[in-house]
């Protein structure tokens, strides 16, 4: 679902929510996803302000050093293929 929101000086905000498919679905599914996602993200111009939210149904796991300013000093879980 994509949402958009004019502010002043001809600037938007975009609000886009998304959920992947996940880790049980076939790798044609996730790869639909991410390219339906990437579609529509490349039709935000450049001046607009963009969110992307949702549930991806990745986890990054624990290595805060790889993820830095991305995965604070409390994640649980482990990495998947996601």
């Not at 111009?45 to 796991?61: E, H, I, S, Y």
Request: some cysteine; overall charge positive; proline content about 1%.
């Amino acid at each position: 679902m994509t949402m958009k929101l004019h502010l002043k000086r001809g600037r938007s905000v975009i609000l886009i929510s998304a959920y992947a498919p996940t880790m049980s679905n076939d790798d044609a599914d996730k790869e639909a996803f991410c390219d339906n996602r990437n579609s529509v993200l490349w039709t935000v111009f450049f001046k607009d302000r963009l969110f992307l939210l949702g549930d991806f149904n990745a986890r990054v796991g624990r290595d805060a050093e790889t993820w830095l300013r991305v995965l604070g000093q409390h994640s649980v879980g482990n990495e998947n293929s996601n």
